[in-house]
């Protein structure tokens, strides 16, 4: 009689208390959430334009574009969207770009990075300690990148964010450019929440030790048919244009256990607390990998096949994924290692592809260009595995079905028009003009349809996967041949920028274009030399 008499009080009173713990948890987790992006994220990424100024002497400035090469930091006010900050480390950024991106007497436009806690210990922009703008060149469509990050961001890699920015200097035009967030505390605290851990960035130009210009100058006079058209990269044999055959640590190749055999990984190691302790671990990750032994353990393998199926899509042969050997970042954390996207500029066939059936029909079981597969164990040895091939065939299908023939391609292409359209027609000292940006995009658009349309075949077995199978047979083949490859931008840039705007950039003989590059390098707007082969979507 008692219990009977109190049972609907005490159910009442647990009801109760079960919804208050249900609203906690929400609460809980949307509050979780909203600490988990920072707000750096909401200021400077969040759909509109940046706008960037560059408050410096302008001796200071000449010197840093006369010098750019030497990639030596400089002290500058730098104004993010009205606010200042004071006292901000700049320096150029790149590799072939600083040779290519030299202006004439008039002008000048290169890719800049921005290190807020550089010369004041601590300060950041809402939580953002360095972030970086690129030129453009080699992309026409001024898409490139943001197209392949967001592909990345859509099948679940880890991607910095992505913005555009509009660029000024005391007041002068600079150049419109695409702004990324660069991997390093900020990025590993806002997706990994937290910053332990390593970075490394693989790149060629510190890797060699050497003069890079030289050797790009080198590359650039021996290129046959130079701004003629295309040449093919894609075979085993291939001239080898930056990898020349070398062995520095980018292809992943383990060869023996001295970290000096690794320099184009651990020159660049991003943090100043990089130890031979941490770089060791790598090269157990590497020693196992190549062996084929305990690869959950070293590599976050899942998020490995998602990169691939991402990276193999847009078809950027500036990477892990040919001679280059270069253009990505790894994180080390506790022994195990994760790749990450970086340096998207020459993606949709942009670099080392022949015409534009080459990249619709890149083949996605060897997705390689100039190299074996066996040279690229990252790639080989987790397709090896019958389940980590099907995983990445399963996210090669999520892409071309859930990105591309869902209509997000088109219409994110058609929203990031609508958005940068007028800042691409002001814009100043361009490699390409505004016409040849609006002839672009139809043609990307194409490419990428396409591309998917092939992507399908080969995965369902109606055209070959490999390239010896596509050597083979190549009556099923995807026909590209309305879809002219150069209009997209290519490795050579549209030639020197064209000035347009008066800006005061250096004069002199330091700010021309190396010898070799001859006159034909300099005409505004012209096509390339080799055509190829986040933070939330607009």
Request: glycine share 12%; charged share 20%.
């Amino acid at each position: 009689m008692i219990a009977s008499k109190h049972l609907s009080k005490i159910v009442a009173v647990l009801l109760c208390l079960c919804l208050l713990f249900c609203g906690f948890i929400v609460y809980a987790a949307n509050t979780f959430d909203t600490a988990k992006t920072p707000e750096y994220q909401m200021r400077m990424f969040n759909g509109e334009v940046i706008s960037l100024e560059i408050q410096i002497a302008w001796d200071e400035w000449e010197a840093l574009l006369r010098n750019a090469q030497a990639k030596e930091w400089i002290l500058a006010d730098v104004v993010i969207n009205g606010e200042k900050f004071s006292a901000v480390g700049i320096r150029t950024k790149g590799n072939s770009s600083l040779t290519q991106g030299r202006g004439s007497s008039n002008n000048a436009r290169y890719s800049l990075q921005f290190k807020m806690n550089k010369y004041v210990k601590g300060q950041i922009y809402y939580g953002l300690d360095t972030f970086c703008v690129n030129n453009m060149m080699g992309d026409a469509t001024y898409m490139k990148d943001y197209l392949a990050y967001d592909i990345m961001e859509y099948i679940g890699v880890d991607t910095p964010l992505v913005n555009y920015a509009n660029v000024t200097v005391n007041g002068e035009a600079y150049g419109f450019a695409i702004a990324l967030e660069r991997y390093d505390r900020a990025f590993l605290d806002r997706v990994y929440n937290t910053s332990a851990g390593q970075l490394y960035n693989v790149k060629i130009g510190m890797g060699l030790r050497g003069d890079f210009e030289d050797m790009w100058q080198d590359v650039a006079e021996g290129m046959p048919g130079r701004g003629q058209g295309g040449m093919d990269f894609g075979g085993r044999d291939g001239m080898g244009m930056g990898g020349f055959g070398r062995n520095d640590g980018g292809s992943l190749v383990y060869t023996d256990d001295d970290i000096n055999s690794y320099f184009a990984i651990f020159d660049n190691a991003v943090l100043d607390n990089t130890s031979d302790r941490d770089k060791q671990r790598v090269l157990t990750a590497l020693e196992n990998l190549n062996a084929g032994t305990d690869l959950e353990k070293y590599f976050d393998v899942d998020a490995t096949l998602r990169y691939f199926a991402a990276h193999t899509v847009v078809v950027n042969l500036d990477s892990y994924t040919s001679n280059m050997q270069q253009n990505y970042y790894l994180y080390e954390r506790d022994g195990k290692l994760t790749i990450l996207p970086w340096d998207y500029n020459l993606a949709f066939g942009g670099f080392q592809s022949g015409d534009a059936s080459s990249v619709v029909n890149f083949p996605i079981d060897t997705p390689v260009s100039g190299v074996s597969m066996e040279d690229r164990p990252l790639l080989s040895k987790l397709l090896e595995v019958d389940e980590y091939r099907e995983r990445y065939h399963g996210y090669l299908r999520q892409i071309v079905e859930g990105y591309f023939e869902s209509g997000l391609y088109e219409s994110t292409i058609l929203a990031l028009d609508a958005k940068i359209n007028e800042y691409v027609k002001n814009d100043v000292n361009v490699y390409y003009t505004y016409e040849q940006y609006e002839a672009s995009l139809p043609q990307l658009i194409e490419l990428g349809h396409l591309r998917s349309e092939s992507i399908k075949g080969q995965l369902n077995g109606t055209i070959p996967s490999t390239s010896s199978g596509q050597r083979e047979d190549s009556s099923s083949l995807i026909d590209a041949s309305g879809v002219n490859l150069s209009t997209l931008g290519s490795m050579m840039g549209g030639g020197q920028p064209n000035g347009a705007g008066g800006n005061r950039w250096p004069a002199g003989e330091d700010t021309q274009m190396p010898e070799g590059f001859g006159e034909q390098g300099r005409q505004p707007g012209r096509q390339g030399a080799m055509p190829g082969g986040q933070g939330g979507r607009p």
